[in-house]
């Protein structure tokens, strides 16, 4: 068990509709190893860039459809151990802020989602999970095993810039 973060920086979060596919659009996405791992999301912040104001409907929810060929992160973005002490894991949760085909974040409505809606202009939001009411993943299959922070066009969001991280730890 190893608390890990997960950060984005510099990305433009195009609005996106419930159900659709988020290749177009821009998300961070989250897809555990193997059947038997348990993710839990401990935090999720989302720090606002535009330079006028901008309304983003960020949700985190459940992909119902996992992203094929997910592209390896690299700088400015990055995955890693919280602690510079932190052994490697031995199924890592894949990460990712583009793939080949995106994850399509779910419009089921029995599924949950975290809303982090806010203003891109200079807006912060940060939901942090009292204990016992972490975010879990299960599995890697959609839709227990996938996780995606994008922005709703269908709640309303305008696209803008962004920064974000998430904070989790798998077992």
């Known amino acids: 068990m190893a608390k890990r973060i ?7 979060y195009t609005a996106s509709a419930a159900g659709s596919t988020a290749a177009s659009s821009t998300y961070m996405y989250m897809l555990g190893g193997v059947a ?3 993710t839990d ?4 912040l989302f720090s606002g860039k535009a330079t006028a104001s901008t309304v983003a409907a960020i949700e985190f929810t459940r992909a119902s459809t996992i992203a094929t060929t997910p592209t390896t992160l690299a700088a400015p973005h990055s995955d890693g151990p919280m602690h510079p002490a ?4 031995g199924t890592t949760v894949t990460t990712a802020v583009s793939a080949t085909t995106g ?35 299960v599995g890697a ?3 227990g095993g996938a996780s995606v922070l994008w922005n709703s066009s269908t709640a309303g969001g305008s ?10 730890e798998t077992y």
């Not at 932190?86 to 894991?89: H, Y």
């Not at 419009?107 to 989602?113: A, E, I, K, L, S």
């Open 41 to 44: 999301v401990l935090e999720i």
């Open 159 to 168: 696209s803008g810039l962004g920064d974000a991280h998430i904070i989790y």
């Open 6 to 12: 997960f950060t984005s920086a510099g990305l433009t």
């Open 141 to 143: 299959t959609a839709p």
């Open 103 to 137: 994850p399509i974040p779910s419009n089921t409505v029995t599924d949950g989602h975290i809303n982090l809606g806010l203003n891109l202009f200079g807006g912060i939001i940060r939901w942090n999970a009292s204990p016992t009411q972490q975010w879990t993943m």
């Open 86 to 89: 932190t052994l490697a894991l």
């Open 36 to 38: 038997s791992q348990v």
